[in-house]
């Protein structure tokens, strides 16, 4: 075993110590009182239903958590990756199909595993508080066209990389690079087109006042709105959203039926208004940005360590290969993502706060705030978070802080 095999259990180790501590700490804060802001958001009954939700899922996800880490870790220290690998090279002598059937086995394997704590998750857990919508058939379905999309599109993506690779040597990174930027504006304008219909049905919003007051409004703002479509999610739950996707001429508003069912009609506006307040402000274009320029910056410190045999001995298998560096290489940069993921997700709220700015100022904020409060009260969300669960989970601001800033 070389040093970097030891390194990488200290990371997991580490990594679900720290996520376990989180947890705890956003735990404790469950009973704490409930701002004055928020306090009639929920009778008691209400409020013992959020919070036994709360600590259901916390158990839970220390269970799942902790399976999680002990499989592989497992995986490790009983040579799983070197008897996946000797697999992989007996089928075929073809690098390329070694590595789509390494990772093949790898995802599919473990997604098969706990298969078992998601079925747990949606039948038990999300039933029993009155959430889940999914049958059983939409279970399985959603998991082959799973596979399905990660087969043809993660496959042919990693078949490109590794093609790049043997052509180009260490400088393979460019190549990559530029697939991986163009499939990433591709996928962000037409995901909503070719993607979503796989697993929901998307048709466009009914004439009436609802659609005329969101043209309305579009109108008001100088925002261009061909596409308003409404989607099934209540198929799959109870909880609603709503997103913005695409720019340019594939741009698109997406409300959830739930949410269309859930709100006000001047509520669902305000939504809108916040959704609009993110491609004003042009943070979609600059999380596009930031993440091609991430998978640049990853491919190239890849670049620099894929030839290396040891980052393959690192995870036990002693032929080294792409496909096995890759893996060791993931593990040993997850400290790496975990700092820019707290980078993305700090701009993340301030773009939020921004959007509720721009949605008070151009529509009204009151109508926001109870939408805000509804949709929290519908899933049950915790009103009392730890501030460095939220520093270093949460993408969005905690209602009471959303709230605050949309009175000020």
Do not use: C
């Not at 508080?129 to 043809?152: H, M, Y």
């Not at 304008?189 to 070719?194: A, D, E, M």
């Not at 993607?195 to 919003?205: E, G, H, R, S």
Request: aromatic share 16%; no cysteine; net charge neutral.
């Amino acid at each position: 075993m070389n040093i970097l095999f030891y390194i990488i259990i200290g990371i997991l180790i580490v990594q679900y110590f720290v996520e376990t501590i989180l947890d705890y700490l956003n735990a404790k804060k469950y009973g704490d009182p409930v701002p004055k802001e928020l306090d009639n958001l929920f009778d008691a009954e209400e409020y013992q239903k959020s919070q036994d939700y709360k600590k259901t899922n916390y158990s839970f996800g220390l269970l799942t958590s902790t399976f999680s880490l002990v499989l592989t870790l497992g995986f490790l220290l009983f040579g799983g990756f070197e008897w996946i690998d000797y697999i992989a090279r007996s089928l075929t002598d073809n690098s390329i199909f070694q590595a789509l059937l390494f990772f093949g086995i790898i995802l599919i394997g473990s997604d098969l595993i706990t298969t078992p704590f998601s079925f747990y998750q949606t039948f038990v857990i999300e039933e029993k508080f009155g959430f889940n919508k999914t049958t059983k058939k939409t279970f399985v379905l959603d998991k082959l066209k799973g596979w399905l999309i990660l087969a043809l599109l993660g496959g042919g993506i990693l078949a490109v990389v590794i093609w790049f690779f043997q052509w180009a040597g260490t400088d393979f990174w460019i190549y990559a690079w530029i697939v991986i930027a163009v499939f990433t504006v591709f996928m962000n304008l037409f995901y909503s087109r070719l993607i979503v219909p796989l697993f929901n049905k998307q048709t466009l919003l009914a004439q009436g006042s609802l659609k005329e007051k969101i043209e309305s409004y579009a109108q008001k703002v100088g925002f261009e709105l061909k596409n308003i479509f409404v989607i099934d999610g209540s198929k799959r739950s109870t909880k609603a959203n709503a997103y913005f996707s695409g720019f340019g001429n594939e741009k698109r508003v997406t409300l959830y039926d739930t949410l269309i069912n859930d709100l006000e009609e001047d509520e669902i506006v305000a939504v809108l208004a916040h959704e609009v307040g993110h491609y004003k402000r042009k943070h979609i274009i600059f999380n596009l940005i930031a993440s091609v320029l991430l998978a640049g910056l990853t491919l190239f410190i890849l670049s620099l360590f894929i030839n290396n045999p040891n980052m393959s001995l690192a995870i036990g298998v002693s032929k080294p290969s792409f496909h096995a560096a890759l893996i060791g290489f993931g593990i040993l940069y997850s400290p790496i993502s975990e700092i820019t993921g707290l980078v993305m997700n700090y701009l993340s709220r301030k773009f939020e706060f921004q959007a509720d700015d721009y949605a008070k100022n151009t529509f009204e904020a009151m109508p926001l705030i109870s939408s805000l409060k509804k949709l929290s009260k519908k899933s049950l969300s915790n009103l009392t978070p730890h501030p460095a669960y939220v520093f270093f989970h949460y993408s969005h601001p905690p209602l009471i802080a959303r709230i605050r800033n949309l009175k000020a």
